[in-house]
């Protein structure tokens, strides 16, 4: 991505005083913004910019049971405000992750979401068993969207039934204190109905959304930039979608914790998210040009809530439903995390 970074000059005003702690089921953070699972690794990188410990929770890149590859090169491409990817799902398994990324993580002191994937729902279930032996696992992330595979029947998001076969195996497999997030795909007539099955197959909560299937055409070579024909298109692009994906989930399920993600590049993007009914946000693309962005979008959010009156950010978790003529006011005493009676 070639746009600048938008930053808020603040001059020598101290911060507001926004409370940013959120939560996802009953996993607690103190901040709302997370990275996005595929983007910085396990963070080793983004802990040379920042201290990843300050984050609401590294999401670290999907893991599968074996050492992985992934696709053949080229496997990226610059398209109009976002970038394409088809990288594939490469890593090194799950018993490499745990004893060098995870141990890191857990010396860190990072909270760490696991982003899990797997081509059968076998394999799901038994990197979560696998996974509860293991300590410094705040949440599980399970990646049933991915486009980036060969055979698009991989992706279980894709239908209620596959989706739910697969939630059901992990969460019966998985420590029952470590909440269950489900990674959903835009690439569907109706995500709502998707959200619907995973919440009733025993989510704890959903991440919305993974990257749109997309493509590129070399106008030189006059053949697909990308080895693999299709990728996964992120960034600002996608934004608008993710926001639809949020806004029409929270409608069917007002009570799933949600954490947003899609495009997000400074705090006012991820207050859309918010107001549509992300309990936090996921930052991905933006850290390929500025490592720092999970940190400066959580500044950039602070003073976005406390420019609309907000005094915590869970009080504007699905704002925009709300009628017109609510009170904000009224939100001050109600010390839930949870969305209000009025989604």
């Keep these: 991505m070639t746009r600048a970074v938008v930053r808020y000059d603040t001059g020598d005003a101290p911060p507001p005083k926004v409370d940013m702690s959120t939560t996802l089921a009953w996993f607690a953070m103190p901040s709302p913004v997370l990275t996005a699972s595929g983007c910085a690794a396990s963070g080793r990188e983004l802990d040379q910019f920042f201290d990843i410990s300050a984050m609401g929770?590294?999401?670290?890149?999907?893991?599968?049971?074996?050492?992985?590859?992934?696709?053949?090169?080229?496997?990226?491409?610059?398209?109009?405000?976002?970038?394409?990817?088809?990288?594939?799902?490469?890593?090194?398994?799950?018993?490499?992750?745990?004893?060098?990324?995870?141990?890191?993580?857990?010396?860190?002191?990072?909270?760490?979401?696991?982003?899990?994937?797997?081509?059968?729902?076998?394999?799901?279930?038994?990197?979560?068993?696998?996974?509860?032996?293991?300590?410094?696992?705040?949440?599980?992330?399970?990646?049933?969207?991915?486009?980036?595979?060969?055979?698009?029947?991989?992706?279980?998001?894709?239908?209620?039934?596959?989706?739910?076969?697969?939630?059901?195996?992990?969460?019966?497999?998985?420590?029952?204190?470590?909440?269950?997030?489900?990674?959903?795909?835009?690439?569907?007539?109706?995500?709502?109905?998707?959200?619907?099955?995973?919440?009733?197959?025993?989510?704890?909560?959903?991440?919305?959304?993974?990257?749109?299937?997309?493509?590129?055409?070399?106008?030189?070579?006059?053949?697909?930039?990308?080895?693999?024909?299709?990728?996964?298109?992120?960034?600002?692009?996608?934004?608008?979608?993710?926001?639809?994906?949020?806004?029409?989930?929270?409608?069917?399920?007002?009570?799933?914790?949600i954490l947003g993600v899609g495009g997000i590049r400074t705090g006012r993007d991820a207050l859309e998210f918010i107001l549509a009914g992300a309990h936090a946000v996921s930052v991905g693309t933006v850290v390929f040009h500025d490592p720092s962005a999970p940190m400066r979008v959580h500044a950039e959010l602070a003073v976005e809530l406390a420019a609309r009156g907000f005094s915590r950010v869970s009080d504007a978790i699905s704002y925009a439903h709300r009628p017109e003529d609510a009170d904000l006011s009224s939100d001050a005493e109600d010390d839930e995390l949870n969305p209000p009676e009025w989604v």
């Design 57 to 257: 929770a590294m999401v670290t890149k999907s893991i599968m049971l074996d050492a992985r590859s992934g696709r053949a090169t080229p496997r990226m491409a610059e398209t109009p405000s976002g970038m394409l990817n088809s990288i594939g799902l490469q890593g090194p398994g799950i018993h490499d992750f745990i004893e060098h990324d995870l141990a890191w993580l857990r010396e860190r002191g990072v909270r760490t979401v696991v982003s899990i994937a797997g081509s059968t729902t076998q394999e799901y279930e038994d990197l979560a068993k696998i996974l509860r032996q293991h300590e410094g696992i705040d949440a599980i992330e399970v990646n049933i969207s991915c486009p980036n595979v060969a055979d698009r029947g991989q992706v279980f998001a894709c239908r209620a039934d596959t989706a739910s076969g697969v939630v059901a195996s992990v969460r019966r497999s998985t420590d029952p204190s470590v909440p269950v997030l489900v990674k959903l795909s835009p690439d569907v007539t109706d995500i709502a109905t998707i959200a619907v099955a995973c919440d009733r197959a025993g989510a704890d909560g959903l991440t919305l959304i993974n990257t749109t299937l997309g493509m590129v055409i070399d106008t030189d070579t006059m053949r697909p930039a990308l080895a693999g024909v299709t990728g996964g298109l992120s960034g600002p692009a996608i934004r608008p979608i993710a926001v639809r994906c949020v806004w029409q989930v929270r409608q069917a399920l007002p009570d799933i914790p």
